[in-house]
């Protein structure tokens, strides 16, 4: 088994946090604003603090399963059948990051996140 890098577990988590700031502030916050149905009072009215903590958060579970998963099939001895359960790790992580930051960015209460995503397929 492959040690984990943890610098770049963290270095990647920041870095998506600092580019997804970019990307949604500077960049292209008034037209994800006036795309997303959202006001310049709405917006005022959420609780930023724990919307950018948890996306953090969320970051850092990322980073940390991508992590995880290069250091367990990332070697020369990988074989065909591996394939599918590192894929099938990313792409659980991802739907779910996905899913839970455009809940927390769309500034729902938690209980509507809540039913949403305990419904969603």
Not at 34 to 40: K, N, T, Y
Not at 80 to 103: H, M, N, Q, S
């Amino acid at each position: 088994m492959w040690e984990m890098n943890w610098i770049a577990v963290i270095g990647a988590a920041v870095a998506g946090f600092v580019i997804g700031g970019i990307w949604y502030g500077p960049l292209f916050s008034k037209a994800w604003q006036a795309e997303s149905g959202l006001s310049d009072e709405s917006i005022k009215g959420a609780n930023m603090p724990m919307i950018f903590g948890l996306t953090f958060v969320l970051n850092l579970v990322s980073s940390f399963i991508l992590g995880h998963v290069m250091a367990t099939y990332g070697h020369p001895g990988l074989h065909i059948v591996d394939g599918p359960e590192a894929f099938g790790a990313l792409a659980a992580v991802a739907a779910i990051d996905a899913v839970l930051l455009f809940r927390f960015f769309a500034i729902q209460r938690r209980a509507a996140v809540a039913l949403t995503q305990s419904f969603s397929q």
